[in-house]
């Protein structure tokens, strides 16, 4: 049976990774989060303290990433590993989130990062979200998505979701995160956030969770039945 690459872009907090993790299990492929590859650079970088302005340490440190993916068999999620440790939980505090929109500029760290992204990528299968997954790392996605939703709708879930793993945040510092973030990832040089051209795009305000979940598995189905 052919496969496809679907290719999930959008906002912070629009929620893209748990509508990926979705979609994937509905059509039993692989979800691969590449926010959480940034957040384990940025993780290493400030356990390290490495300097991001020095591009030699930048590179050295680099060199020393291994980031996987394994699913916790107890829960059935998939969660981050970052040099055999693992950093799910680490690699969501706001320490990491306040920092990995500056570290997600840096050049050599998407060039080391996509280039690891399409090799998990390369049989297909596969359903990534970040921020230039369909412009950049695989811009011939069979299936390309934009999510959006307003920003205090997005502040909102993001609380609901830091609550339920026990971290207590206001309001007000999840709005200015996100659009922090949102200012950083669209203007920034190196692959800022653009929708694809050819992108669907999907406004999650007023959607309840299975119906974002639904559109995206109903537009792949599509897809597939254009091309089996
Ligand atoms: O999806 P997320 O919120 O976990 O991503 C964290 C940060 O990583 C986000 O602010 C920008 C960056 N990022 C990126 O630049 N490119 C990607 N493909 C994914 C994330």
Redesign the pocket.
Known sequence: MNKIVIAIDGY?GCG??STAKAVAKKLGYTYI????M??SATLHFLDHSVDIHNPQEVNAHLDQLNIRFKINPDTGYQETYLNDRNVEQDIRNMRVSNY??EV?TIKAVREALVAQQQELGKEKGVVM?????GTV?FPKAELKVFMTANLEVRALRRQKELEEKGQIVVLEDIIKNLAD?DQT?SNRKESPLMKAEDAVEIDTSNLKFEEQVDKIVQVAQEVLGKIK
């Open positions: 912070s893209k990774s989060d590449s926010g959480a940034y957040r990995v929109s997600s979200d970040g921020r230039d997954i790392v973030r990832d």
